[in-house]
């Protein structure tokens, strides 16, 4: 039997990669196959404030952008998640 490294994943916050501040983790499946595919951290307090600041900080120049120009930003992000 082959035993594979699975990726531990890190939050996304404030364009970059950053590390939980747990290492408490949940392992993610592949449905098809119920293989393991990665872990997640089970982000803490602390790791969602970090997230909605930097949301916050954010929103101020997104709110700013013209409304076609956003939709252009939504539409591509759709095509690379599909």
Avoid at 20 to 47: F, M, R, W
Avoid at 52 to 77: C, D, H, M
């Amino acid at each position: 039997m082959t035993q594979t490294t699975v990726k531990t994943v890190k939050n996304y916050i404030g364009g970059e990669w950053v590390d939980s501040s747990t290492s408490l983790t949940e392992p993610v499946y592949n449905p098809a196959t119920g293989e393991v595919i990665a872990e997640v951290p089970l982000s803490t307090k602390a790791d969602v404030d970090q997230a909605v600041q930097a949301a916050n900080e954010a929103f101020k120049g997104w709110s700013k952008t013209a409304v076609p120009k956003r939709a252009r930003i939504l539409f591509k992000y759709q095509q690379l998640l599909v």
